[in-house]
């Protein structure tokens, strides 16, 4: 039989619960998830007291968690409170009634709450991640972490949460112009030491969770934005500039009637949505990516980590596998432009064969990465050539063997800018022959690329002759002047004359190209 756990997490807007059972080592299975919207942060900031009756119904909901964790026989249990708790002068008489009902409620501190958020994101991913800006916007404050699976470099934390700002600045429905700059202008000032520090760390990615961010990501979506990630989405700031815009004409009785999950949450919406974007700006986010996992997932990961005395990473149970094509139609891929650079990368593979001696089953691998290089572009043209290997890594695509996976992805990362690199960590932690393989698939990916750099089919084919054994002239086939596109193919060709230690040159073909 598995062994169950349970986690609470008691937050300043919201009362949660998960029960998970361990089947194998280092990965759960989640039973049960329940969200009670008691808000235990009411009153909290404005007066240092809980609220007596919010108190009662928190309380009962603690005993209705209790029970449903009894009824599963969890091993273990572990529920924490954050800034509600931490603020309120009676929140240790909270803490003893809780105890008494069969909860060992704790209040854990700023550092550990944004520990536990970067924790419980990173258990989500498919994928390693470098280095990643974390951060949770609560009823109460706003915690930040950058991190990685091993280290966290800073954690911050700071009193904007959504509930204590709306009560504290917007007092009218919907809320005035003035209120609105009052609560801009201390949020600018509250960030500014936080991101001068935040910007020395060199992250990768940067994720935002809890409640207010993720109903912010799935309401843009309802009204137009980008489609859904398996567990992550992606928030755009001018998406979010213009969402904000409208929400905050709205009265709350309007906005809960558009916003996706808890009507309860529509009077605190624009408190937290202008909380996120000016963090966006001030850190220069044009887009984050937003999980639905967050301090709760956190907890349980920790509570295993503790309860078997182990350090490496827990993971929730993986999620279906997909297909090459259905990677392909979910980041909506330039589906031609896909198709020939891996119709003149693989005809480059063949006819090269003397050069990089690859056995024929690498084909398959230069064919993927070939259809899913660009698929970055879903996220954002800057750097698209990372985001497309960040994807590919977290796609599980059930064709792919983890180390047939690992290959693509580094394939499609270098199809464009820089060459492969020890310095770069993804491609640092390939075997050295996959290494080489790596190097020689890419070299042979850029040069397709550049051949139809303007997505419009241009070159029909290419071939290839070696003169001597230092020089590779590469014939393209086409109705057009090419001079731009061998213009492009010189500069891209770069790793393969590195690669394969000889000069390349490209020319147009005298053969009919309609042939």
């Known amino acids: 039989m598995p062994d169950h756990f349970a986690v609470v997490d008691v937050?300043?807007?919201?009362?949660?619960?998960?029960?998970?059972?361990?089947?194998?080592?280092?990965?759960?299975?989640?039973?049960?998830?329940?969200?009670?919207?008691?808000?235990?942060?009411?009153?909290?900031?404005?007066t240092g007291k809980l609220d007596p009756r919010t108190a009662d119904a928190a309380l009962k909901v603690l005993g209705d968690f209790r029970a449903l964790a009894d009824r599963y026989r969890v091993k273990a249990i572990r529920a924490v409170g954050t800034s509600a708790l931490r603020e309120a002068r009676d929140g240790k008489a909270f803490v003893r009634r809780a105890r008494k009902s069969g909860i060992?409620?704790?209040?854990?501190?700023?550092?550990?709450?944004?520990?536990?958020?970067?924790?419980?994101?990173?258990?989500?991913l498919r994928f390693h991640l470098p280095l990643g800006l974390f951060l949770d916007?609560?009823?109460?404050?706003?915690?930040?972490?950058?991190?990685?699976?091993?280290?966290?470099?800073?954690?911050?934390?700071?009193?904007?949460?959504?509930?204590?700002?709306?009560?504290?600045?917007?007092?009218?429905?919907?809320?005035?112009?003035?209120?609105?700059?009052?609560l801009r202008d201390l949020v600018q000032e509250k960030l500014k030491p936080v991101v001068r520090r935040i910007e020395k760390e060199k992250f990768t990615m940067a994720f935002g969770s809890g409640g207010t961010v993720t109903a912010l990501a799935e309401t843009d979506t309802l009204v137009g934005g980008d489609t859904k990630l398996d567990s992550l989405a992606i928030l755009r700031r001018s998406r979010l500039k213009a969402l904000l815009e409208l929400l905050k004409g709205l009265p709350a009785s309007e906005r809960a009637s558009m916003i996706s999950g808890d009507p309860k949450r529509a009077d605190i919406i624009v408190a937290g949505g202008l909380v996120l974007h000016e963090i966006m700006t001030a850190a220069g986010l044009d887009y984050l990516f937003v999980s639905r996992r967050g301090l709760r997932d956190g907890l349980m990961v920790d509570l295993l980590q503790r309860h078997?005395?182990?350090?490496?990473?827990?993971?929730?149970?993986?999620e279906r596998a997909e297909s090459l094509e259905q990677v392909c139609q979910k980041y909506l891929y330039d589906r031609a432009h896909a198709e020939h650079v891996s119709q003149l990368a693989l005809n480059l593979f063949y006819q090269l064969h003397d050069l990089h001696q690859l056995p024929e089953k690498f084909?398959?691998?230069?064919?993927?990465?070939?259809?899913?290089?660009?698929?970055?572009?879903?996220?954002?043209?800057p750097k698209h050539h990372k985001h497309s290997y960040y994807l590919i890594k977290s796609s599980a695509m059930n064709s792919f063997s983890k180390t047939d996976l690992d290959l693509i992805a580094n394939v499609a990362r270098y199809h464009r800018k820089a060459h492969p690199s020890q310095k770069h960590l993804g491609f640092s932690q390939l075997h050295p022959d996959q290494q080489q393989i790596v190097r020689k698939l890419s070299a042979i990916l850029r040069v397709a690329d550049s051949l139809d750099y303007t997505h419009d089919q241009?070159?029909?084919?290419?071939?290839?002759?070696?003169?001597?054994?230092?020089?590779?002239?590469?014939?393209?086939?086409?109705?057009?002047?090419?001079?731009?596109?061998f213009q492009r193919a010189a500069k891209k060709a770069?790793?393969?004359?590195?690669?394969?230690?000889?000069?390349?040159?490209?020319?147009?073909?005298?053969?009919?190209p309609n042939r």
């Open 104 to 124: 060992p409620l704790e209040v854990i501190s700023e550092e550990d709450e944004a520990r536990l958020i970067s924790l419980g994101i990173m258990s989500g």
């Open 137 to 182: 916007i609560g009823g109460g404050s706003v915690e930040f972490s950058v991190a990685n699976a091993s280290t966290l470099f800073c954690l911050f934390s700071l009193p904007l949460g959504a509930v204590r700002l709306t009560e504290a600045f917007l007092a009218t429905d919907p809320p005035r112009n003035r209120e609105i700059n009052s």
């Open 363 to 381: 084909a398959t691998v230069l064919h993927a990465a070939a259809t899913l290089h660009d698929i970055g572009l879903f996220v954002a043209y």
């Open 11 to 46: 937050g300043s807007n919201a009362m949660r619960l998960q029960i998970a059972a361990v089947d194998h080592p280092k990965q759960y299975r989640v039973l049960e998830q329940e969200r009670q919207p008691v808000r235990l942060g009411h009153d909290v900031f404005r």
């Open 458 to 485: 241009t070159v029909k084919a290419v071939s290839c002759a070696q003169k001597q054994s230092k020089q590779l002239i590469i014939a393209a086939s086409a109705a057009a002047n090419l001079k731009e596109h």
């Open 494 to 512: 770069g790793l393969m004359q590195e690669v394969f230690n000889i000069d390349v040159t490209f020319e147009k073909t005298k053969n009919n």
């Open 308 to 318: 078997y005395s182990a350090a490496e990473p827990w993971h929730a149970g993986a």
